[in-house]
């Protein structure tokens, strides 16, 4: 269903799952950290992304999320559980690792604020990943999704 990658970006650097809003007495705002990192992140993908206009017809987004691995075992707990058996990593559960939906949204997000998507809502497919590894970030695929024509 969707057609070849148009845009391949990696954004280096620990990736920032999308934090709810705070609310306060002066207002509704995102914490500093994520919007930090979704501004760097919108001005790595505007610079791939180039003059372009933005893409207004249905699109194909593949996310993989790649975060750091821990320094140690967990040999008790919870998480010594998720300790992949076979492999020198753990699986990304638990501790500091945020919910795969919010890597999502960040990366979502990032595409908006780069004026390359002009809404998420035009995003029709959505693949997301989520690893620990040596090789931190976060990898944005986007693609065309050309519909099927039934004859």
């Given at each position: ?21 705070r ?26 992304w ?29 998480h ?72």
């Open positions: 269903m969707s057609g070849a990658p148009i845009l391949y970006v990696t954004i280096p650097g620990e990736p920032v799952a999308a934090a709810r809003p609310v306060t007495k002066y207002g509704t705002h995102n914490p500093t950290r994520y919007r930090r990192w979704k501004a760097a992140a919108a001005r790595r993908l505007a610079a791939a180039g003059p372009h206009y933005p893409v207004s017809s249905a699109v194909a987004v593949s996310v993989e999320v790649v975060l750091p691995r821990p320094k140690s075992r967990p040999r008790k707990g919870q010594a559980r998720f300790w992949h058996p076979t492999e020198d990593y753990p699986l990304p559960i638990g501790g500091k690792w945020g919910d795969i939906d919010n890597y999502a949204k960040s990366a979502l997000d990032a595409l908006q604020a780069a004026g390359i998507i002009e809404d998420d809502c035009a995003v029709v497919e959505l693949a997301v990943t989520k690893q620990a590894g040596t090789d931190v970030g976060l990898y944005i695929t986007l693609s065309l999704v050309h519909p099927e024509h039934e004859e």
